[in-house]
């Protein structure tokens, strides 16, 4: 099954667009973890098994591990997934992006050491850095296009050929990059107006979705503007707040439960 097929039918199976973003911050696990061995795969399996029921898909951030030397733990969070929630695809968070032969091992990074069924991607370098991640046909990538931050307006508001640089990646991502059928774009819940462009150029393309939560994007705006015919599409991923809704011993509980209200909103914005 390719990642498309696994996303499209865990949209089905839970009648949820909620990813859950796996970001465990050594200074804000809750305190019975802190200072233990492995507390970043405790911590992260617990939401894992918590939330799951709600959860189209999981998100660890590969920085929040790596800073750490906390990689062994993500393979092993990864694993876990996989074992015991397979119906739920992982994206791997890592935004990268380099020339052809270093992407070569990044691709195999994501897809072989980690095992992921799909990664973010910068595409800034150009097809030749997507492209090695294309050659594992079964697996995703997510290309950034219009991302939440506001340092997106940077570069990604700039008009070239009379529309801004977003809207060329996303019509990149949609025709001729898109060899594989497993490309998707990375567009931010603060620009709801965006995000309706972005769905008008690509069709049925997956919409990875940050910034609801404590970023603070409107989740009615950006579910309006998103969902595809089938309202379905999306991937609307909230980390910090689902993560650390509590810092007690309950925090898994606590976890589930802002995952489950989440999940409902955004089905009441899609009508469901």
């Known amino acids: 099954m390719t990642f498309i097929e696994k996303l499209q039918k865990r949209w089905a199976d839970s009648q949820s667009l909620l990813c859950v973003g796996l ?22 399996t617990a939401i894992v098994d918590a939330t799951a029921a709600y959860a189209c898909a999981f998100k660890p951030q590969i920085a929040y591990f790596a800073s750490r030397g906390a990689e062994e733990e993500l393979k092993a969070i990864i694993a876990y997934i996989h074992e015991n929630h397979p119906n739920i695809p992982v994206v791997l968070d890592s935004k990268r992006g380099d020339i052809g032969s270093t992407a070569k091992h990044y691709a195999r990074e994501a897809f072989v050491r980690f095992n992921a069924d799909a990664v973010t991607l910068s595409p800034y370098m150009g097809f030749d850095s997507v492209e090695p991640y294309l050659e594992y046909e079964d697996r995703g990538a997510i290309l950034l296009c219009r991302t939440s931050n506001k340092g997106g307006n940077d570069i990604q508001m700039l008009i070239a050929d009379g529309k801004p640089i977003y809207q060329h990646v996303a019509a990149l991502a949609a025709g001729p990059w898109n060899k594989s059928g497993q490309l998707g774009l990375v567009v931010g819940a603060t620009y709801p107006n965006e995000i309706a462009q972005v769905r008008q150029i690509v069709g049925d393309l997956p919409l990875l979705v940050p910034g609801i939560g404590a970023q603070g994007g409107d989740i009615n705006a950006c579910v309006t503007a998103g969902i595809t015919k089938n309202k379905t599409g999306m991937m609307i991923n909230s980390s910090r707040a689902i993560l650390y809704a509590s810092a007690e011993e309950n925090f898994a509980e606590a976890a589930a439960e802002v995952a489950r209200e989440t999940c409902q909103k955004i089905n009441a914005a ?3």
């Open 23 to 44: 970001d465990p911050d050594k200074h804000r696990l809750p305190q019975h973890l802190k200072g233990k061995d492995y507390a970043f795969y405790e911590f992260c």
């Open 270 to 272: 899609r009508g469901l």
